[in-house]
């Protein structure tokens, strides 16, 4: 299976799903009244993941593309529900980033929770890490980490260029 990648800024296309993909996928996320929880492979981040065509989606956009024939790649799909293994899609919303942080804020959530496709963080975040990590002290990365919500790796692998390569600061 391809792996994911924590930082991507840009969605992949979705793929046209042959019956059996989409028999599949919604056996993975069985309906009920209220949230359709995805009961197959996670994210690290939380959201429901699967794998089609050799190329690692998340669940939630892939219910969103099965009920709307379309997934736009540009734009976040949102849980109006904050159950990230929702895959109910009258709880998906599509919106921009900027919808995403303010939505987290009215929910008096931090602004973790950016979902540029299996994305974390977003440019905006990605920028005042960078710039951080410009005047480096002990315990900075950890430090990062904690404020942005992410894993250790993920501030170092921003820190050393090896993710968010195109964010220049
Ligand atoms: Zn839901």
Same mark, same amino acid.
């Given at each position: %299976?391809? $792996?994911?990648?924590?930082?991507? /800024?840009?969605?992949?296309? %979705? /793929?046209?799903?042959?019956?059996?993909?989409?028999?599949?996928?919604?056996?993975?996320? /069985?309906?009920?009244? *209220?949230?359709? @929880?995805?009961?197959?492979?996670?994210?690290? $981040?939380?959201?429901?993941? !699967?794998?089609? *065509?050799?190329? !690692?989606?998340?669940?939630?956009?892939?219910?969103?593309?099965?009920?709307?024939? @379309?997934?736009? $790649?540009?734009?976040?799909?949102?849980?109006?529900?904050?159950?990230?293994?929702?895959?109910?899609?009258?709880?998906?919303?599509?919106?921009?980033?900027?919808?995403?942080?303010?939505? %987290?804020?009215?929910?008096?959530?931090?602004?973790? *929770?950016?979902?540029?496709?299996?994305?974390?963080?977003?440019?905006?975040?990605? $920028?005042?890490?960078?710039?951080?990590?410009?005047? /480096?002290?002990?315990?900075?990365?950890?430090?990062?980490?904690?404020?942005?919500?992410?894993? !250790?790796?993920?501030?170092?692998?921003?820190?050393? *260029?090896?993710?968010?390569?195109?964010?220049?600061?």
């Amino acid at each position: %299976m391809a $792996t994911i990648l924590e930082a991507v /800024p840009k969605c992949l296309p %979705m /793929p046209e799903l042959i019956e059996r993909q989409s028999r599949n996928f919604r056996a993975r996320a /069985p309906k009920s009244d *209220g949230c359709w @929880e995805w009961t197959g492979n996670l994210s690290t $981040t939380g959201y429901g993941r !699967v794998s089609l *065509g050799g190329q !690692v989606f998340l669940a939630h956009r892939v219910a969103y593309f099965l009920a709307n024939g @379309e997934c736009p $790649t540009d734009l976040l799909i949102r849980h109006t529900c904050h159950n990230r293994r929702c895959c109910n899609p009258s709880h998906l919303i599509s919106g921009s980033s900027a919808d995403n942080s303010q939505d %987290m804020v009215d929910h008096g959530r931090s602004i973790r *929770g950016e979902q540029n496709c299996i994305s974390v963080l977003t440019e905006e975040f990605v $920028t005042a890490i960078k710039i951080a990590c410009k005047t /480096p002290f002990p315990g900075q990365i950890k430090l990062l980490a904690k404020k942005y919500k992410v894993h !250790v790796n993920t501030i170092q692998t921003i820190k050393a *260029g090896r993710s968010w390569a195109h964010v220049r600061v």
